[in-house]
């Protein structure tokens, strides 16, 4: 059985950091691609960064440059690591797994299994 859990949010003020972590277990390391997604109050689900099976990233243009996604295979764990927090990166954030892609995307339905997310709140 394939399980995903975050861990880590919380609230942090405008310009602050948060680490945002995310424990995958059921599943090969080598077999699957990960992201971070985001859900703000009455707005859509978006992918805002992904990492794939080689290690290459891919970020959503909002986050970039502040936000860094990164794995431990050896352990199947993943990390988010947000700085420069902005009010607007208030949501509720998730992990998701993809199995068998070569390369990560940034769309929901591209993932398999999902966390059941961590609240991340930024004030200003």
């Known amino acids: 059985q394939v399980q995903v859990a975050e861990s880590g949010g919380g609230l942090e003020p405008a310009g602050g950091s948060l680490t945002l972590h995310c424990a995958v277990s059921g599943l090969r390391s080598i077999s699957y691609n990960m992201g971070w997604f985001r859900q703000a109050p009455g707005k859509e689900r978006e992918g805002i960064a992904c990492?794939?099976?080689?290690?290459?990233?891919l970020y959503r243009e909002s986050v970039k440059g502040r936000f860094i996604i990164s794995k431990d295979n050896a352990v199947n764990a993943l990390s988010l690591q947000m700085n420069s927090l902005k009010p607007e990166d208030t949501a509720m954030y998730y992990c998701a797994a993809a199995i068998g892609a070569r390369f990560c995307v940034l769309s929901n339905s591209f993932y398999n299994y999902w966390g059941q997310g961590t609240q991340v709140t930024v004030s200003s």
């Open positions: 990492i794939d099976r080689d290690d290459d990233t």
